[in-house]
């Protein structure tokens, strides 16, 4: 039987890379985006071009009925997925106090509710076929936390205990689920958050002294979704000795 994967916020950074990798196994992908079509036309482009098959779909997988309107499609075209991986994301930095409820909304809407979505689309099916993959994609804030990133960290700092509940609940159904805790990963979204000077600073207290590439974090992502089963409920740093 193919294998499918689910990958939401694909069209860039590690989103991107783990599809591009998933592929490159050959799992059947499925790829998101909220608003970047032409970018994620391109990655679907590149799935099919290894032979794969792919379906990309724009829209707000925060939003409920998007989701339900994604699943559909997933169904028509692949019957199930094997594997979610749950990446889409946005960061915001600045003074808790700075921020406005619509902002919060925001983050909580795009981290978080589009977890509870995909997930409560995904599970049933991998209960019936007493199978199936979750990752979140997380964060080291969402441990420790992290100074003007409330928002961001609270947000994922739930996807961590909702991991957590989640595994338990479905692992005698032989589902798991994982999260990982990315350290800094060298994405454009970063790369809009960090100038030079303080890109530099943050190399520096890293002790692998650089940030992770991309594709470094889509081939963890796969490992991680292709372990032994006894894996599971597990929230796994991936930070290059930073913050641990």
């Not at 989640?166 to 005698?172: D, G, H, Y």
Request: aromatic share 8%; with cysteine.
């Amino acid at each position: 039987m193919n294998r499918t994967v689910l990958i939401t916020g694909a069209s860039r950074g590690i989103g991107r890379a783990a599809a591009l990798k998933f592929a490159h196994e050959g799992y059947q992908c499925v790829i998101t985006c909220l608003r970047s079509t032409d970018r994620l036309v391109q990655v679907q482009s590149e799935i099919e071009a290894m032979g794969v098959p792919c379906l990309s779909f724009t829209g707000d997988i925060g939003n409920f009925e998007d989701c339900e309107r994604l699943f559909g499609e997933i169904h028509s075209r692949f019957g199930h997925i094997d594997v979610l991986v749950n990446n889409a994301g946005i960061a915001w930095i600045g003074l808790f106090q700075d921020m406005s409820p619509s902002e919060w909304d925001r983050m909580m809407h795009t981290n978080l509710y589009s977890v509870y979505n995909t997930c409560q689309q995904a599970v049933p099916s991998m209960v019936s076929q007493h199978s199936g993959r979750i990752i979140n994609v997380s964060s080291v804030w969402g441990i420790s936390g992290a100074s003007c990133e409330v928002a961001y960290s609270a947000a994922k700092g739930a996807v961590n205990s909702f991991t957590k509940a989640l595994a338990k609940e479905l692992a005698p159904s032989n589902i798991q689920v994982n999260a990982v805790a990315f350290g800094c990963v060298d994405t454009e979204m970063n790369s809009e958050l960090l100038d030079g000077d303080a890109l530099h600073e943050l190399e520096e207290e890293i002790p692998a002294g650089r940030l992770a590439t991309a594709d470094e974090a889509g081939e963890f992502i796969y490992h991680i979704a292709t372990a032994g089963s006894y894996l599971t409920g597990q929230i796994i740093p991936f930070t290059g000795g930073w913050i641990v």
